[in-house]
């Protein structure tokens, strides 16, 4: 009698940034355990990410999560088939911390390792839902410093269709919440501001609309800061302020991504990155997309920002390939998306996943 194949099953770990993260996935049985540990607090005091201050606490978080982790999915280091870790692009000294602590981890369970890229691992979230998004499918990518359109044909086949030339949206959060004094990370608390705020109150700039997929949102802090000025900082004033700010990224995003399908000829819209944990641009995308008979896909809110379980999908399907990395240890802070190498179909199928 044929001894049964055993499903694959990896750890991944992820420190591009401010997370600290690892997570098990098993392509027959799904997501098994996933821990996080946000440096949020840490970052607070400074309004914005200290570099050194990150790699450190990396140092001091990611080995109890991996063993949180393992825990959680009752999983021991013989039953792993690799280690999967985030290898670019972000902050060097921290993406450091989570190759060493990987390709170590590897080397001494004899199993291999693959640096994984932080923005495929993004825009392959959404294939831990239920219902996951068909390829080929056109992808609006809006994390942190990156907002970029993408044609997605499979996994490691990718298209940049359009980028944005300066700031990217997450930015243009951050920056406008700043100027109305809001703690950071701004970006979610303008989104929770805006919700009080008065719809055209404040008509901002949507730049680069005429034509083409490019992006641009740096205008849009002068706009915010000459709006601003001279005049008292009330509470109405911030709300209206902030409900213009989004219904200007929002609006601008909606439109890209609805001529990104007609340009391709494609239905369905991939949203992954932190901020299409924003509802409003959910709700527009939704609505503008399903207007032209087309579907919507995203990550559940956990999965948005960075997260070892979109490591784990990425890392699965190119260890399940064959690929791993030598014995070195290695990290990119700049990793152009397409030189990724394909992954055959065959190793493109998503794990079973877990219910949202």
Not at 4 to 33: H, P, Y
Not at 170 to 180: P, S
Not at 194 to 220: D, H, I, K, N, W
Not at 266 to 285: C, E, K, P, T
Request: with cysteine; glycine share 12%; aromatic share 4%.
């Amino acid at each position: 009698m044929a001894k049964a194949k055993k499903a694959f099953r990896i750890l991944a770990i992820e420190s591009s940034c401010d997370e600290s993260a690892a997570a098990v996935l098993d392509e027959s049985a799904g997501l098994l355990a996933h821990e996080l540990y946000s440096q949020v607090e840490l970052h607070r005091i400074y309004g914005g990410v200290v570099p050194e201050l990150a790699s450190r606490d990396h140092v001091r978080r990611l080995l109890p999560l991996v063993r949180r982790a393992l825990d959680q999915a009752a999983t021991t280091p013989g039953q792993l088939a690799g280690v999967a870790f985030t290898a670019g692009p972000g902050l060097i000294g921290a993406l450091l911390t989570g190759a060493a602590l990987a390709r170590s981890l590897a080397y001494a369970w004899g199993v291999p390792a693959v640096g994984v890229h932080h923005l495929e691992g993004h825009l392959l979230a959404p294939l831990l839902e239920p219902e996951p998004p068909p390829f080929p499918h056109v992808a609006l990518l809006v994390s942190g410093g990156h907002t970029q359109l993408i044609e997605v044909g499979g996994i490691g086949q990718y298209r940049v269709l359009g980028d944005t030339r300066d700031d990217a949206a997450g930015e243009a959060f951050d920056k406008t919440a700043k100027l109305l004094g809001l703690p950071y990370p701004g970006g979610p608390e303008l989104a929770r501001l805006a919700q009080g705020g008065t719809p055209g109150a404040f008509q901002y700039p949507r730049p680069m609309l005429g034509a083409g997929l490019e992006l641009s949102f740096s205008g849009l802090k002068t706009a915010v800061l000459h709006s601003l000025r001279g005049k008292e900082l009330t509470a109405k004033l911030r709300a209206d302020v902030a409900r213009g700010v989004e219904e200007a990224i929002v609006g601008t995003l909606s439109v890209k991504a609805v001529r990104a399908l007609d340009a391709t000829g494609l239905d369905a819209l991939v949203v992954s990155g932190g901020v299409s944990a924003n509802q409003s641009l959910r709700a527009a995308l939704t609505e503008a997309v399903g207007q032209r008979g087309g579907r919507v896909y995203y990550p559940r809110l956990e999965f948005c920002t960075d997260n070892a379980a979109m490591i784990a999908v990425a890392g699965l399907a190119r260890l399940k390939a064959g690929e791993h990395d030598g014995l070195a240890i290695h990290s990119r802070a700049q990793w152009p998306l397409e030189t990724l190498t394909m992954v055959p179909l065959q190793h493109s199928n998503p794990p079973r996943t877990l219910p949202a």
